[in-house]
C-alpha cells in the first residue's frame, strides 16, 4: 500500500486525504497549524491519521507521495527535505486529476478567472451540461472526484496549483491575462510566475485548445519564445483574428471555422473591457463543447457576476459604494479604477505582494479625489502617491475606513474599496474584508 502525507489540513488537503483513502493509499495528514473543527471532524469520520500544530519529521518522510496544500511555499523546511530524499511533491489537482474521467476546463490568469469559471459554467448549466466547478472555488476538486461522477469539470486554477502539475491537461485550457502578482513567491522574479501559469498547457496534445488573451504582450512574448500542442484560440479588443473571438464594432465575433456573430457587447451582463473578455474566453469554451449560439447569448445577458469583484453595496446619501475586494493585485484594481465614472475615494491596501503601483498612475491623478490606506504597513502607497493625491489617511479596520471615505465623499462620489494587496495583516481572507466593507456600509 502506498503512503500519501498530505501538508495541510484545510479543504484541499482534508479533499485529498478522503480521495486518497478511496483510492486505497494509506493517509496521513500534517497540519503545522490548527486544524479547523469543521475539517477535524471530516478527518476522524472518515478514520483517517492526523497532527496539527507540527510536522513530525519521520513519519511524513517515509510517504512515497507528498501532496502540499496550494499556500505551502516549497521553501518550506520539510517540503525541502522530502525534494532532497526524492519524495515526489504534488499539488491537489495533479492527483485528483488521474481519478477524473471528465472533461476538464483549467481556467487561470491574474484577473478574471473567477468570472471567467462561474460565467463559463452558468452557460454551460444552462445548456443542459452535467458540469460542475472546483479548483480555487468551492469545494475541493478531490472531495467531488471522491464522492460524486460528473461529465465536465470548470477548474479554476491558481499558480500555486499548477506549480504542483506533473502530467496534468485539461482539454481545454484558458489563460484569461498575466501581470505580475505573488511575486514574494516566485523570488521577486516575473518569469518564474509566468511559467507557473503556463504549466496548465505544458501537457496537452494537438487535439486540446488553449484560449487566451490575444492583447496580452507577456501572453504573446511567450507563446513566440515557447512551442507548445494544442490549438491556438485568441481573443481580443483590438484586432481581427483567424481562429478565435474579436470584437467588429459592437459585436462579438466567434472564428472556429466559419465566423458567427455572438451577441451585441451591450447587452452583455457584466460591463467593461476586461468583462468582454472574460466573456469571449467562456464563449470559446461552450462553442467548443457545441453550446447554441442562443444558449450563449441568454447566459452573457443574465449572469449576476461574483461576489466581492466590483460589487455595488448600497447607494448612501448619494454616494456610491463598490465592493472589490478580490482585487489583490494592480492590474485587478486597475481594471476597477478604470471602470470609476465619478471622483473616487479610493480605500487601498494590506499585505503588498511585490506591488509597483506606478501602472495606476494616470488613473490616479484623473479619478482619485482621496486615499483611505486600509493595512498594517502603507508606506509604500504613501509614497507613491502622496504628490498625486491631496488628501492620504490611513485606518486600521473596515468599519473606520468606511467612516472616514463617508465623511471625504461627496454627493455624486464613489466610495470604492479595491485593496491591490492581500488581506492577511487585518483579515482572515478577501472575503472577510468584503464582508467586514458591507457591513460596514450597511450600518452607515
Known amino acids: ?26 493517509v496521513f495528514v500534517s497540519d503545522f497549524g490548527a486544524i479547523k473543527g469543521n475539517y477535524k471532524a471530516i478527518l476522524v469520520e472518515n478514520d483517517i491519521a492526523f497532527e496539527e500544530g ?117 482539454h481545454i485550457a484558458v489563460i484569461t491575462n498575466i501581470s505580475p502578482d505573488h511575486l514574494d513567491r516566485y523570488n521577486d522574479d516575473f518569469m518564474e510566475y509566468v511559467a507557473s501559469k503556463f504549466r496548465i498547457t505544458k501537457n496537452q496534445t494537438a487535439k486540446d485548445y488553449l484560449i487566451y488573451d490575444g492583447d496580452d504582450s507577456v501572453i504573446n512574448s511567450w507563446l513566440a519564445t515557447h512551442k507548445i500542442r494544442p490549438q491556438l484560440l485568441p481573443f481580443s479588443l483590438e484586432k481581427e483574428v483567424s481562429q478565435g473571438a474579436f470584437l467588429k464594432g459592437q459585436e462579438l465575433f466567434i472564428k472556429l471555422n466559419k465566423e458567427e456573430v455572438i451577441m451585441n457587447i451591450k447587452t452583455l451582463a457584466l460591463q467593461g473591457k476586461h468583462n468582454i473578455k472574460n466573456a469571449m474566453a467562456a464563449t470559446m469554451v461552450a462553442k467548443l463543447m457545441k453550446v447554441r449560439k442562443q444558449t450563449i447569448r441568454e447566459s452573457l445577458e443574465d449572469f449576476e457576476g461574483v461576489e466581492h ?16 475586494s478580490k482585487a489583490t493585485n494592480v492590474n485587478a484594481t486597475y481594471y476597477a479604477l478604470d471602470c470609476m465614472k465619478s471622483p473616487t475615494v479610493w480605500i487601498v491596501g494590506g499585505v503588498d505582494k511585490g506591488n509597483d503601483y506606478f501602472d495606476l498612475m494616470p488613473l490616479v491623478r484623473e479619478k482619485v479625489k482621496a486615499i483611505v490606506c486600509l493595512g498594517v504597513d502603507n508606506v509604500k502607497i504613501k509614497e507613491t502617491f502622496g504628490n498625486v493625491v491631496d488628501l492620504i489617511v490611513e485606518t486600521l479596520g473596515a468599519e473606520e475606513a468606511v467612516k472616514v471615505a463617508a465623511k471625504i465623499a461627496e454627493k455624486g462620489d464613489i466610495v470604492l474599496l479595491s485593496p491591490c494587496c492581500a488581506s492577511f495583516d487585518l483579515f482572515e481572507n478577501y472575503e472577510d474584508r468584503g464582508n467586514k466593507f458591507k457591513n460596514a456600509v450597511r450600518n452607515l
Open 1 to 26: 500500500m502506498q503512503k500519501i502525507v498530505i501538508l495541510g489540513g484545510g479543504e484541499s488537503g482534508v479533499g485529498t486525504a478522503i480521495l486518497a483513502k478511496k483510492m486505497n493509499y494509506e
Open 54 to 170: 507540527k510536522h513530525t519529521e519521520a513519519t511524513i518522510l517515509e510517504a512515497d507521495v507528498l501532496m502540499k496544500s496550494p499556500g505551502i511555499p516549497e521553501s518550506v523546511p520539510i517540503v525541502v527535505l522530502a525534494l532532497k530524499k526524492g519524495i515526489s511533491v504534488i499539488s491537489e489537482i495533479e492527483f485528483t486529476a488521474k481519478y477524473c474521467k471528465a472533461t476538464i476546463v483549467g481556467i487561470t490568469g491574474s484577473n478574471g478567472k473567477t468570472t471567467t469559471t462561474l460565467l463559463t459554467h452558468h452557460v454551460l448549466s444552462k445548456a443542459g451540461l452535467d458540469v460542475r466547478v472546483a479548483g480555487n472555488i468551492g469545494t475541493s476538486f478531490a472531495a467531488q472526484v471522491a464522492t460524486s461522477e460528473t461529465e465536465n469539470y470548470i477548474l479554476e486554477l491558481s499558480s500555486f496549483q499548477l506549480d504542483g502539475v506533473v502530467d496534468f491537461a485539461p
Open 309 to 324: 469583484r466590483l460589487e455595488a453595496v448600497k447607494h448612501v446619501r448619494g454616494v456610491s459604494y463598490m465592493n472589490d
